[in-house]
């Protein structure tokens, strides 16, 4: 049976990306696959600590980062699955700070700083394919979204990822609502009626699209 794991990067665990990824859960299991869930905020680890060891002669065969923490038998788990999707909200352009430290000992440790056959790219270390999945939740309308350049600095990680794993989609929710309750914060910068009305009408397209993503991994040959 194959293997999804589901890396949840939001602080929150029942909010918009968690509802997301929960989505692309049952998108996953649709298909006969197994899903191991984690909410890295339960999780103590640090992002890269620049040891190197994963470039020294020797290492090519070993795509784990090898520095130790909670983190560890997560990254062993990728390694060693059909798939991954991980999730994150977007604060002030970027992903959360746990998200990017997952990111770094990911793909450091299963990169290299080898040129391939035609120099284009540099050499793989894993043998095979693991296609990941990213969720990318933001309170940011589309068109804003463009305006400050998020396509352009999201843009590295897919490549990166796409690269190092073979495979990478990510999907991205817009103009998200925020709060369960408005009234409650200093926030007229946006208009809660229409945070409703967009919650209402694009968040179900959102969840389907995060089923179907799901499923698509966990059918990926």
Do not use: W
Request: aromatic fraction near 12%.
């Amino acid at each position: 049976m194959k293997k999804i794991i589901i890396l949840n990067g939001s602080p929150r665990k029942n909010f918009n990306t968690a509802t997301l990824l929960k989505e692309a859960q049952k998108g996953v299991e649709s298909s006969g696959a197994e899903v191991e869930y984690f909410n890295l905020g339960d999780i103590n680890y640090k992002g890269c600590v620049s040891c190197f060891a994963c470039k020294r002669k020797g290492a090519l065969d070993n795509p784990l980062c090898v520095y130790k923490d909670d983190l560890t038998p997560i990254l062993e788990k990728i390694l060693n699955s059909d798939g991954v999707i991980i999730g994150s909200p977007i604060y002030y352009s970027y992903p959360t700070g746990m998200t990017r430290n997952l990111l770094e000992r990911m793909m450091f440790a299963a990169g290299t700083y080898l040129k391939d056959g035609n120099g284009a790219y540099t050499k793989r270390k894993l043998d095979r394919t693991i296609p990941v999945g990213i969720i990318y939740t933001m309170n940011c309308p589309e068109g804003l979204s463009k305006q400050f350049d998020y396509p352009t600095i999201l843009a590295p990680d897919k490549n990166y990822l796409g690269h190092i794993f073979g495979y990478c989609e990510v999907l991205n929710s817009y103009d998200t609502y925020q709060f369960s309750d408005y009234s409650k914060y200093d926030i007229d910068l946006f208009d809660e009626k229409h945070k409703s009305e967009v919650r209402e009408k694009q968040f179900p397209i959102d969840k389907e699209n995060a089923f179907n993503l799901g499923k698509k991994l966990a059918e990926f040959s």
